[in-house]
């Protein structure tokens, strides 16, 4: 019976998913460090906690001023080119991580006089899905799209585009804003992207450069918010705050957001076990920052048209692309 009731309550600690990603990737040695690395973006949107999380670290003040206000002056600077791009054609505008929707109100304010619009929020959390709906459907600004591909990863791109392509709506504006590229391999998100894009389609990415000043560019990681986004991973494999410890790097071009354990800590599941021991590092989320240059020739390699601008002190940049 207390085996029982011993296994019971593990289930209601640990997370399938992300122990089964400890299992599968184990661990790598930096001289006598053992690194985990389950920096998945999967990973972090689990339940509504970690999506609430994520939407409480948006709206923090070194958020909205090292990133989101940055990406909305670069739209604002570029708006007529990408109304431009885009024409006066019906269009769907698909919204990759979409969060709560809140990237999209701009552009659907600017083209409701100009063009029909079709809203189609994606994402791998239900949670973020649900809330951009409503955000959305509350503006009364052309139609809203619920279909089972909301709840989705970007994988299904080919599937998703082909099922918009209706009626009047031939033409797809696709956005990939907030930093979101920089948590993916590039080159597999962009093939995928652009293997689901016909001509004419306009994708707009905005993501972190490389601007060689680490301090600047960890300032909007090192916050309360981002450490309260990314301990929900861990507090799902049973660790408790006092025993680990938040940090942060910039390594290799991308942030490294990571955890370093306090003191030895054992997970029994599923007849399975995992011993961490004191000073193991857990790597919990990477987002990569591409120098300028090499980000526009990544776009390059994939667009005919690319239309690009950064940030004043060179750490943000926008791009508008189109096949």
């Not at 948590?183 to 389609?201: C, H, P, Q, S, W």
């Not at 790597?283 to 390699?301: E, Q």
């Amino acid at each position: 019976m207390a085996k029982q009731q011993k296994a019971k309550d593990e289930s209601k600690v640990i997370n399938d998913l992300i122990f089964r990603e400890l299992i599968k990737r184990g661990y790598s040695l930096e001289g006598n460090t053992r690194i985990w690395n389950i920096a998945d973006s999967k990973l972090w949107y689990l339940t509504p906690e970690q999506a609430q999380a994520f939407l409480d670290l948006e709206d923090s003040k070194d958020y909205q001023k090292e990133i989101i206000q940055k990406e909305i002056d670069l739209i604002k600077e570029k708006m007529e080119d990408i109304m431009k791009m885009i024409g006066n054609d019906p269009v769907n505008i698909i919204d990759l991580g979409c969060g709560d929707g809140k990237k999209v109100v701009i552009f659907l304010e600017k083209l409701k006089d100009r063009a029909r619009v079709r809203y189609c929020p994606i994402d791998i959390s239900s949670y973020m899905v649900e809330k951009a709906i409503s955000r959305i459907g509350k503006l009364g600004i052309g139609e809203v799209v619920q279909f089972q591909w909301n709840i989705s990863d970007f994988e299904n791109m080919t599937n998703i585009t082909s099922l918009l392509r209706q009626s009047h709506f031939k033409k797809n504006f696709i956005l990939l804003l907030g930093n979101t590229l920089g948590n993916f391999e590039i080159n597999e998100l962009l093939y995928g992207i652009r293997g689901a894009m016909k001509d004419g389609d306009v994708l707009l990415i905005g993501n972190g450069l490389d601007n060689r000043k680490p301090k600047e560019i960890l300032k909007s990681y090192n916050t309360k918010e981002i450490n309260h986004f990314w301990i929900q991973v861990l507090l799902q494999l049973g660790f408790e705050k006092k025993d680990i410890k938040f940090g942060s790097r910039f390594i290799n071009s991308r942030v490294e957001v990571y955890y370093t354990i306090l003191k030895e800590h054992v997970i029994n599941f599923q007849g399975k076990e995992i011993i961490f021991n004191k000073g193991d590092q857990i790597l919990t989320g990477v987002s990569y920052k591409y120098d300028k240059y090499d980000f526009r020739s990544f776009l390059n390699m994939y667009f005919a048209e690319v239309n690009m601008v950064t940030s004043e002190d060179k750490s943000y940049g926008l791009a508008i692309c189109k096949k």
